[in-house]
């Protein structure tokens, strides 16, 4: 599967952006899809996964409650709506997904978009 990651921008501090993470094949169904971050000096870290068929989420704690994923297997999409953003918020976003279930660790996920680039300013 490939994926294409869009959506980001620049948004002031309370504001809000919507990324999208479109994948190619029709049976992306099948992946459970993770979203991750990597800010500038910092390490990959996780943001948010939705598991496959069963819509079942899981969140960062830095992000909970701001932040949802969700999924529209018609059209093969994968969204993170993000709410209430922070400059802390900033860097590069990725998609990434696996077949089986949704998990945090980056090295478990073989495929991946580009990232897209979200700045928030204070």
């Known amino acids: 599967v490939q994926l294409q990651a869009s959506g980001g921008g620049l948004a002031q501090a309370g504001g809000s952006l919507r990324l999208s993470c479109a994948a190619s094949?029709?049976?992306?169904?099948?992946?459970?899809t993770g979203w991750f971050r990597q800010a500038p000096g910092k390490e990959r870290a996780f943001v948010a996964a939705?598991?496959?068929?069963?819509?079942?989420?899981t969140y960062a704690d830095s992000v909970k409650g701001r932040f949802a994923i969700s999924r529209d297997d018609a059209r093969n999409t994968v969204y993170l709506q993000m709410n209430s953003l922070q400059p802390e918020d900033t860097a590069v976003y990725y998609c990434?997904?696996?077949?089986?279930?949704?998990?945090?660790?980056?090295?478990?996920?073989?495929?991946w978009g580009q990232g897209t680039l979200v700045t928030v300013s204070s």
């Open positions: 990434a997904a696996r077949l089986g279930a949704a998990v945090y660790r980056s090295d478990l996920y073989p495929h």
């Open positions: 094949g029709r049976t992306f169904s099948t992946y459970s």
């Open positions: 939705i598991n496959r068929n069963v819509d079942e989420t």
